[in-house]
């Protein structure tokens, strides 16, 4: 009965969600990543970003951040370092990596944000998938880490990343 009721209030505040704009101003959010051909994983925290979603106008959302490459952490600070040094990130040429939507659309009912991500002095379209859950904001995407000189394989398929963000209701 209990989960009857939460999963009816959790429809009533998505639906109460729909019909109106959400905006934030994200400063403790966590970029998370995979490198699928060898399982590494890691995060960076320092993230600074603007949510703007107007879910009656999609047109007129926006979602920017940018994340402090620094804070990266695999848990193991020889990899960290290698992966700051100029073979991946190159941490002191390109400090940050961002993100700045072009557009947010939903098909059926997923979301979708569409943008510009900057890495190492490169950028590319990428695309979101949005999702809610619980009191979190979720971003998800796939990319291929040669695509931003991020990676010592010269085989593109072998570079495959996964990235979620994560963004927090208490942001």
Known sequence: MNK???????????????????????????VAFVF??????????????TVSID??????????GTVNVSTLSTGNKV????????DFFEEATYPTMSF????????????????????????????F???SAGEELIFTTEIFANDFGITKKKDKTKSKVRITVTISAGN
């Open 4 to 30: 009857t009721f939460l999963a009816l209030g959790f429809l009533l505040f998505s639906v109460g969600l729909m019909a109106q704009t959400m905006e934030m101003k994200v400063t403790n959010a966590t």
């Open 36 to 49: 699928l051909d060898d399982n590494t994983e890691g995060t960076l925290t320092d993230v600074d970003a």
């Open 55 to 64: 879910f009656t106008n999609l047109d007129a959302s926006n979602v920017q």
């Open 79 to 86: 990899r960290d370092k290698h992966l700051l040094s100029a």
């Open 100 to 127: 700045q939507s072009t557009s947010l659309y939903s098909e059926g009912q997923a979301y979708k944000a569409k943008g510009n991500l900057t890495a190492k002095g490169e950028t590319r379209e990428v695309i």
């Open 129 to 131: 998938d949005v999702k």
